[in-house]
T-cell receptor, first 112, second 114 residues
Framework: GEDVEQSLFLSVREGDSSVINCTYT??????LYWYKQEPGAGLQLLTY?????DMKQDQRLTVLLNKKDKHLSLRIADTQTGDSAIYFC????????????FGAGTRLFVKA | GAGVSQSPSNKVTEKGKDVELRCDPI?????LYWYRQRLGQGLEFLIY????????KSGLPSDRFSAERTGESVSTLTIQRTQQEDSAVYLC????????????FGSGTRLTVV
C-alpha cells in the first residue's frame, strides 16, 4: 500500500533555515501536503503542491518536489521558536481513492 | 460552524466500557474523516464519509469500532468494550468534496482507557 516516510526529529537554531524531508511510495500521488501540529491541537494545513509542479513558495515556506525520486521537502526560512511543532507530510492519489495518507511527523525543535 | 468541533476534548474511561466521540464538521463540507493518533505516532486512517455515498470503513481496526454520520452533519465514532490499546487522540477532519486542497482538522479527543 501507499507509504509516507519522514525523519522523526530536526533541531535548528533560531534564524537558520529548516529543511524537512519526506519520501512517498505511491506513484499515482497527485496532491502532496505539509501540515503543522502544535501541542494539544489538531493539524493545520500549511501548504500543498500538485504533482505537476516542482516548487511552490509561500512567504517563508518553500516546497520542493522531485517526482522522479518521490521526494518532497519543506524549507522554512528564518526559523523562529514559534515554528517548533510537528510537521506532517501527506499525499493523496488515485491508489488510495484520494484519501490522504500521512507520514509519522517530524518534530522540529528550534533553539533560541 | 467556523471550524471543526470535537467533543469531549478529553475522556477517561474504564476498560470494557463503551465510548462515543462526536465531531461537528464545517458547515457545507461534504466529506468527513476520522483518524487515530497514538502517542508519538502518525495519523492512522479510520473511516471516511463522502456525502450520501457508503462510507469507506477500510481503516477501522476491529468490529468494536463503528461510526455514523447524519447527512452532511455531525458524526459519532463509537468504540465498544474499550481496551487499553485504544488510548489515543482521535482526530476528525472535514473537507469540500474529496479534500484535494486539504482538510480542516478539529483539536481531537484524547481518550485514555484505564
Amino acid at each position: 500500500g501507499e507509504d509516507v516516510e519522514q525523519s522523526l526529529f530536526l533541531s535548528v537554531r533560531e534564524g537558520d533555515s529548516s529543511v524537512i524531508n519526506c519520501t512517498y511510495t505511491d506513484s499515482s500521488s497527485t496532491y502532496l501536503y505539509w501540515y503543522k501540529q502544535e501541542p494539544g491541537a489538531g493539524l493545520q494545513l500549511l501548504t500543498y503542491i500538485f504533482s505537476n509542479m516542482d516548487m511552490k513558495q509561500d512567504q517563508r515556506l518553500t516546497v520542493l518536489l522531485n517526482k522522479k525520486d518521490k521526494h518532497l521537502s519543506l524549507r522554512i526560512a528564518d526559523t523562529q521558536t514559534g515554528d517548533s511543532a510537528i510537521y506532517f507530510c501527506a499525499e493523496a492519489g488515485n491508489t488510495g481513492g484520494f484519501k490522504t495518507i500521512f507520514g509519522a511527523g517530524t518534530r522540529l525543535f528550534v533553539k533560541a | 460552524g467556523a471550524g471543526v468541533s470535537q467533543s469531549p476534548s478529553n475522556k477517561v474511561t474504564e476498560k470494557g466500557k463503551d465510548v462515543e466521540l462526536r465531531c461537528d464538521p464545517i458547515s457545507g463540507h461534504t466529506a468527513l474523516y476520522w483518524y487515530r493518533q497514538r502517542l508519538g505516532q502518525g495519523l492512522e486512517f479510520l473511516i471516511y464519509f463522502q456525502g450520501n455515498s457508503a462510507p469507506d470503513k477500510s481503516g477501522l481496526p476491529s468490529d468494536r469500532f463503528s461510526a455514523e454520520r447524519t447527512g452532511e452533519s455531525v458524526s459519532t465514532l463509537t468504540i465498544q468494550r474499550t481496551q487499553q490499546e485504544d488510548s489515543a487522540v482521535y482526530l476528525c477532519a472535514s473537507s469540500l468534496n474529496k479534500g484535494l486542497y486539504g482538510y480542516t482538522f478539529g483539536s481531537g479527543t484524547r481518550l485514555t482507557v484505564v
